[in-house]
């Protein structure tokens, strides 16, 4: 199994500035992924982040738009840049144990509001 | 991608099964069928996976047609935990070992006392 936290678990930004979330595993995992969820919606990925490699972005989501780092295989940053209200929606990390592809495991989420 | 339909919302009497179905007509044959659930304000959860044989865990069963194109979860005594959005997924695979699972809007549980 793995345990994932994420700060911050909430937060409300103004316009046009940037926040840094962070993904903390508590064991090593290769794949790493980026979930929005969006007021009502679904989860949608926003990208993969396997160490080692650079981050895959799904059609719709680009680089300059939401940075990834994943220095290390418990760690991960994903950056929302140049918020607009638009990007207000909860944003989940999640992990593949190495010894399992079978079961996702999911953070609590960073809720963001941006006004 | 092989895509899922599931009701938008269901209701269950606690203490009862609950039968949330799936289908998945365009399956492929190397792909499985995932159950998650998402309970108000968390990540999503892992509940069971299948490719072709019923199975069950401590939590659910599942149980998938002989022609795969639909599958049923059953949660077999329903508490009010148990409320929830229940994501029925097939797995899809991109670009070698890359592994994602792809959200449709899912089935919303309500357990009622």
């Given at each position: 199994s793995a345990v994932i936290s994420q700060k911050p678990s909430r937060d409300i930004c103004q316009r046009g500035t940037s926040l840094t979330i962070q993904c903390q595993v508590d064991s090593q995992v290769t794949m790493m992924f980026w979930y929005r969820q969006q007021p009502g919606q679904s989860l949608t990925l926003i990208a993969t982040a396997n160490q080692g490699s650079e981050a895959t972005y799904e059609s719709g989501f680009v680089i300059d738009k939401f940075p990834i780092s994943r220095?290390?295989?418990t760690f991960s940053t994903l950056t929302v840049s140049?918020?607009?209200?638009?990007?207000?929606s909860i944003y989940l990390c999640s992990v593949l144990a190495d010894d399992s592809y079978n079961e996702q495991f999911f953070g609590p989420g960073t809720r963001l509001t941006v006004l | 991608d092989a895509k899922t339909t599931q009701p938008p919302s269901m209701d269950c009497a606690e203490g009862r099964a609950a039968n949330l179905p799936c289908n998945h007509?365009?399956?492929?044959?190397n792909e499985y069928v995932y159950w998650y659930r998402q309970i108000h304000s968390q990540g999503p959860q892992y509940i069971i996976h299948g490719l072709k044989n019923n199975e069950t865990n401590e939590m659910a069963s599942l149980i998938i047609t002989e022609d795969r194109k639909s599958s049923t979860l059953i949660l077999p005594h329903a508490t009010l935990r148990d409320t929830a959005v229940y994501y029925c997924i097939v797995r899809v695979e991109s670009g070698g070992s890359n592994y994602k699972l792809t959200f449709g809007k899912g089935t919303l549980l309500t357990v009622n006392p």
């Open positions: 220095p290390n295989l140049n918020m607009s209200p638009e990007d207000s | 007509s365009t399956i492929s044959g």
